[in-house]
Nanobody, 118 residues
């Protein structure tokens, strides 16, 4: 059974940091592209960051470039999102996803809420 479980969300003040984790099971994690997206209240889902199976290639949305860092540990079947200099507009539910290729997502987690207070 495939599972993606996000953790690490919470309440943080503007300028603070959080580290999200996405624990994967039920598929060959090291062969999948992994990504983070987010959905703010009343808004559509937004791409945040993506990482290749080996971890050697990463992509970021312009809105988070320079503040967020995506990484993965294939030995632990876990992906991370280090979020620094958080702003109120970063408030959202953050979801992790896994895709067999660079242009699709096969599996989604249930999300973790990040709230940034001003």
């Amino acid at each position: 059974q495939v599972q993606l479980v996000e953790s690490g969300g919470g309440l943080v003040q503007t300028g603070g940091s959080l580290r999200l984790s996405c624990a994967a099971s039920g598929f060959t994690f090291s062969r999948y592209y992994m990504l983070w997206i987010r959905q703010a209240p009343g808004k559509e889902r937004e791409f945040v960051a993506k990482i290749s199976p080996s971890g050697g290639i990463t992509n970021y949305a312009d809105s988070v470039t320079g503040r967020f860092t995506i990484s993965r540990d294939n030995a632990k079947n876990t992906m991370y999102l280090q979020m620094n200099s958080l702003q109120p507009e970063d408030t959202a539910v953050y979801y992790c996803g896994a895709g067999k290729n660079d242009y699709g997502v096969n599996y989604w987690g249930k999300g973790t809420l990040v709230t940034v207070s001003s």
